[in-house]
């Protein structure tokens, strides 16, 4: 029998979902970047992908209840910038590693703050909007009015704070509207996969591998935050803080009531064509 392909980052947040998968027999792991994972399960190019729960609103993909990356309360990588207090902002620079992040953010400023900026396209790491022509100001100059930004940069490269009086962390921000945890990805596969018996086998045998080792790696956050912060450029105590207290791997009943809840709210406002989304029956793991 073939491999499942798992398509996922490595991230220093996706660690104790990912770590060690490289090793788990039936499992091949497939590094790409956060924006292709959706689309690599939808065209068969993977099996499972740790995709945006945003792209879990489409009839095609199903959401394997095998872990997640959540918070239930502050997320500190998921967070706005501005030099204008929140009422004024006019147009949100989006950081293209960024997708269900972007729809939250736009959520959480219409309801808190009444705005609906418009959106562009960012590029954090060369710091220019990519519609942008060639920048000329130096990159510490770069930074635009308003900017969501997400993952590892926003630690490793963040901002000035001086230039930003005003921030947002948006897990809190969501937990603080709706009390909540919030969802950002969950392992998914392609519904078809599950509706044939000899590929539904493959992947419910996948999912059971990885919530296994989504447990194992529960036990073990001290080694892998010794392991990977110091590759990823993270102080050590912020990041056992990171992924030992602020994020959640687990997905639960809450979880999903928080998944559905966003994914009504980002329907409602035009952001996805319906609300619906497919969970598999939660698998035991193997072993």
């Not at 980052?9 to 490289?22: C, D, F, I, K, S």
């Not at 068969?44 to 992908?49: K, N, P, R």
């Not at 952001?271 to 969970?279: A, I």
Request: charged content about 20%; glycine content about 6%.
């Amino acid at each position: 029998m073939q491999p499942v392909r798992i398509a996922a980052v490595r991230y220093l947040n996706t660690a104790p979902l990912v770590e060690g998968l490289e090793h788990v027999h039936g499992l091949t792991l497939v590094p790409t970047v956060p924006s292709r994972i959706a689309p690599m399960v939808v065209s068969g190019e993977a099996d499972i992908g740790l995709a945006s729960i945003i792209d879990g609103a489409n009839p095609d993909l199903t959401l394997l209840p095998a872990g997640m990356i959540g918070c239930d309360g502050p997320t500190l990588t998921v967070r706005l910038f501005s030099t204008v207090p929140w009422t004024m902002v006019a147009e949100l620079c989006a950081d293209t590693d960024s997708h269900t992040s972007v729809v939250l953010a736009q959520l959480i400023l219409r309801h808190r703050f009444g705005v609906s900026p418009r959106v562009r396209a960012f590029d954090a790491r060369e710091r220019v909007a990519i519609s942008s022509p060639a920048p000329t100001t130096r990159l510490d100059e770069a930074w635009p009015q308003t900017l969501l930004l997400i993952g590892d940069k926003v630690v490793t490269d963040s901002p000035p704070a001086v230039r930003y009086p005003h921030q947002l962390d948006l897990g809190e921000a969501w937990k603080e509207w709706t009390g909540l945890p919030f969802v950002y990805a969950t392992w998914m596969c392609r519904t078809a996969d599950l509706q044939e018996s000899a590929s539904r086998e493959r992947i419910q045998t996948a999912a059971s591998l990885l919530e296994r080792q989504r447990m194992h790696n529960s036990t073990r956050l001290d080694w892998i935050v010794q392991t990977r912060a110091p590759n990823s450029r993270w102080p050590m105590d912020l990041a056992r803080r990171y992924l030992g207290s602020l994020l959640r791997y687990q997905v639960g009943d809450r979880e999903r009531e928080a998944a559905a809840r966003f994914l009504t709210l980002a329907h409602e406002a035009g952001f996805t064509k319906t609300s619906d989304s497919n969970w598999a029956p939660s698998a035991a793991p193997v072993g």
